[in-house]
């Protein structure tokens, strides 16, 4: 099997953008050049791109953390729940968030 196609679309949209973004923070911030005014040679291609995937998967777990279990299950509640119980909707949240807090059609109606 080909190491390539064991990636799936969410390895390459999720994980790699988000580390060549912190990549590209980083040369911002502290001046390096692996992203930004790089010069491009096979092994340093390379190189970022595993640094990029790594990267991706190093920030993905905070920001799981906070945004879906702190914001969205502690605040907001799962979206589940209010799609299986009808409960008044929280002002703000239930203006803002309308689709989370829409509860399924009724099969019987």
Not at 46 to 57: D, E, K, R, T
């Amino acid at each position: 099997m080909d190491a390539f196609n064991r990636l799936s679309d969410y390895d390459v949209f999720a994980y790699l953008p988000q580390g060549f973004f912190a990549l590209a923070a980083i040369d911002y911030l502290f001046g390096t050049a692996f992203v930004i005014h790089a010069s491009w040679d096979v092994p340093k291609v390379v190189l970022v791109i595993f640094s990029a995937y790594a990267g991706g998967h190093i920030i993905a777990s905070p920001s799981s953390r906070f945004i879906e279990r702190w914001l969205v299950h502690g605040i907001m509640g799962q979206p589940a729940l209010h799609l299986l119980k009808a409960e008044k909707k929280p002002k703000f949240w239930g203006w803002v968030f309308n689709e989370n807090y829409t509860t399924m059609a009724d099969p019987e109606s």
